[in-house]
């Protein structure tokens, strides 16, 4: 069983930065790989960022060159840098830890970027 913990939302003006934090329980953090997802009012949840237990990351087209994700396996926690935000990141921004068949997921954390 793995519990997650996100932190970091906020408001920023459209250009700004926010870094979220997921902090994961337990000892065998390292084996998941982790990702962020969101998702936006009326819109379906969808992948924004992921990273291999081996280090590798994939990013959504819309978030390309703009957002970093990052993991610290020593202290268990997964990063979402996110610079240049736009409007149409505000969005409630989902931790995800998977491996295989399993996944566990935060309760999420809010992010409004507006003027």
């Known amino acids: 069983q793995v519990q997650l913990v996100e932190s970091g939302g906020g408001l920023v003006q459209p250009g700004g930065s926010l870094r979220l934090s997921c902090a994961a329980s337990?000892?065998?953090?390292?084996?998941?790989?982790m990702a962020w997802y969101r998702q936006a009012p009326g819109k379906e949840r969808e992948l924004v960022a992921r990273?291999?237990?081996?280090?590798?990351?994939t990013y959504a087209d819309s978030v390309k060159g703009r957002f970093t994700i990052s993991r610290d396996n020593a202290k268990n926690t997964v990063y979402l840098q996110m610079n240049s935000l736009k409007p149409e990141d505000t969005a409630v921004y989902y931790c995800?830890?998977?491996?295989?068949?399993?996944?566990?997921w935060g309760q999420g954390t809010q992010v409004t970027v507006s003027s």
């Open positions: 995800n830890a998977g491996r295989a068949t399993i996944n566990y």
């Open positions: 337990g000892s065998i953090f390292y084996i998941y790989a």
């Open positions: 990273i291999t237990n081996g280090g590798s990351t």
